[in-house]
């Protein structure tokens, strides 16, 4: 399993990695993993805003379909439009390939992130 040090975490397996007041959400390797080949993604409009914690998304996978809720509030300024296109290639690459960036409108919301360590000590406790 593979954890990116330099990222911030969520208990629902996203990873958030922060670009000044930009933020570029995507699932990680433990999630790609867990819900087996992903087929089919489906994203917000750009524009549209979130509160933490909100549906923004959905990914389904030969095994399931997930809501995905946004880790942070925020307004999408970007998709991936890539990810639509192709979604496998969340299984091929998670770390390369963001779901959507976000305009973050309440940068305290980072802090009940978690951090690289504290990530692997809750996919150490799941697995």
Do not use: R
């Amino acid at each position: 399993m593979n954890i990116i040090k330099e990222l911030l975490y969520t208990k629902d397996h996203d990873w958030v990695k922060v670009e000044g007041d930009k933020a570029y959400i995507g699932i990680t390797d433990y999630a790609q993993h867990a819900l087996g080949s992903i087929v089919f993604v489906e994203l917000p409009e750009e524009d549209s805003e979130f509160e933490k914690e909100e549906v923004f998304g959905v990914i389904e996978s030969v095994k399931a379909a997930s809501d995905s809720l946004i880790p942070i509030s925020g307004k999408v300024v970007k998709i991936n439009e890539e990810v639509v296109d192709d979604p496998g290639i969340l299984n091929e690459a998670p770390y390369d390939n963001w779901l959507l960036c976000v305009e973050i409108s309440n940068k305290s919301e980072l802090d009940e992130l978690m951090n690289a360590a504290d990530y692997e000590e809750l996919c150490n406790k799941e697995g």
